[in-house]
C-alpha cells in the first residue's frame, strides 16, 4: 500500500524580523537613468550589482595593473577581429593598456587579410560545397611564406607576420594587430593546432615551420605570463585554444619557480564554456587572485570596457 500524506502544518513556523534579514539588494546599490555626461557617469549610473558591479572591478584591475606597470595580457580568438575591434585593440596598444596579445590561428588570417584588401571573412558554408573555401590565394601563400620566412630568421609566428604585414605593402596595415605590436615592440605570440586554419591546407604551409614558429610563441608567452603577478589577463573570445594554452603557460612557470599569483583573470564571450570557467576564470587563481566572467557581444561589452578603461586612466 502506498503511505498516505496529508498537507503540512505551518502553525509553528518561526519567523524573523525584516531588518535583521540579510538581503542581497539595497536601494543604494540600484541604477539611476543616464541622460548625459561623462562615460565614467554612465559606467557609475548602473546598478552596483551582478555583472555591472564584477564590469566595475575589471576596469579598475586593469586601471591599477598599468599604474602599477604591471601587464595586461590580451587572449584572443579571431571573433573580436571579425566585429571590427582591431582598431580598439591597436588603440589599447598604442595607449599602453594591452601589454602583450596572444591569438589563436585563425586570427592571423583576418588580420592579414583585412591590412591587404580592407576585407575578411568568407561564406563558409555557401564555398564548402563547392570547394573553394579557404583557398584565397593571396592569404595561402604570403602567410604560409611569411612564416617560412621568418622562422629560418629565428622569429615566433607572430612576429614573423607581424614584421611582414609592418614592412610590407599593404594598404590597411594600421588596422593589423600584429603589424602594431610589431611597430611598438609588444610581444605578439600565435598558438596553432594543425589544421584548424585555412593556410595549412595550401601547398606553401610547412609543418616544420608552422610548428617551430608556434612552439617559439608558445615559450615567449610563457615569459609574459611569469610577470603576471600584480597584472591582468583578458581571454577573448577563445573557448578552446587560449585557455589550455594559458593553463599550460601558467604549470610552466610556477614549475620554474617563478611566483604566478595574485593577478585578475577575465573571461568574455557569448557563452562561459567548460574550458574558460576552469582554465581562465577557477584553477589559475586558486593560489590567489580574482576572477570575473563579463558575458555578452564582443562588439559591445570590449568598447564599452577599453572606453571605461581609457577615461579612468585620463
Given at each position: ?99 602583450a596579445v596572444a591569438m589563436n590561428g585563425a586570427c592571423i588570417v583576418h588580420d592579414f ?202
Amino acid at each position: 500500500m502506498p503511505r498516505k500524506y496529508k498537507p503540512i502544518s505551518l502553525r509553528s513556523i518561526k519567523t524573523c524580523g525584516l531588518k535583521s534579514r540579510k538581503s542581497k539588494v539595497a536601494l543604494d546599490e540600484a541604477g539611476q537613468l543616464f541622460s548625459r555626461g561623462s562615460f565614467s557617469e554612465f559606467i557609475s549610473s548602473l546598478p552596483d550589482i551582478l555583472a555591472a558591479k564584477d564590469f566595475r572591478a575589471v576596469v579598475a584591475a586593469i586601471v591599477k595593473a598599468r599604474k602599477k606597470d604591471r601587464p595586461v595580457v590580451l587572449g584572443m580568438g579571431a571573433h573580436p577581429i571579425k566585429v571590427g575591434l582591431s582598431p580598439v585593440i591597436i588603440s589599447l596598444m598604442e595607449n599602453k593598456v594591452i601589454t602583450a596579445v596572444a591569438m589563436n590561428g585563425a586570427c592571423i588570417v583576418h588580420d592579414f587579410e583585412l591590412s591587404m584588401i580592407g576585407h575578411t571573412s568568407e561564406d563558409v558554408a555557401s564555398e564548402l560545397c563547392d570547394g573553394s573555401f579557404g583557398m584565397a590565394r593571396e592569404t595561402g601563400q604570403v602567410l604560409n611564406n611569411a612564416i617560412n620566412t621568418g622562422v629560418k630568421k629565428g622569429h615566433g609566428m607572430g612576429q614573423s607576420v607581424g614584421e611582414h604585414i609592418l614592412k610590407g605593402g599593404a594598404p590597411y596595415k594600421n588596422h593589423s594587430i600584429l603589424a602594431a605590436a610589431s611597430r611598438l615592440g609588444i610581444p605578439a605570440s600565435v598558438h596553432v593546432a594543425i589544421g584548424t586554419d585555412i593556410i595549412h591546407m595550401h601547398p606553401q604551409a610547412d609543418g616544420a615551420s608552422i610548428g617551430e614558429g608556434s612552439h617559439r610563441d608558445f615559450k615567449l608567452f610563457c615569459s609574459v605570463v611569469s610577470d603576471l603577478r600584480g597584472g591582468v589577463y583578458i581571454n577573448l573570445g577563445s573557448a578552446v585554444i587560449l585557455p589550455e594554452v594559458f593553463l599550460k603557460a601558467i604549470a610552466v612557470t610556477r614549475n620554474l619557480k617563478h611566483d604566478v599569483r595574485d593577478f585578475t583573470t577575465v573571461n568574455m564571450d557569448f557563452i562561459q564554456h567548460y574550458r574558460c570557467r576552469e582554465n581562465v576564470l577557477r584553477r589559475p587563481v586558486i593560489t590567489g587572485g580574482n576572477s570575473y566572467a563579463l558575458t555578452g557581444h564582443h562588439e559591445i561589452m570590449f568598447p564599452l570596457l577599453a572606453a571605461a578603461v581609457m577615461e579612468e586612466m585620463g
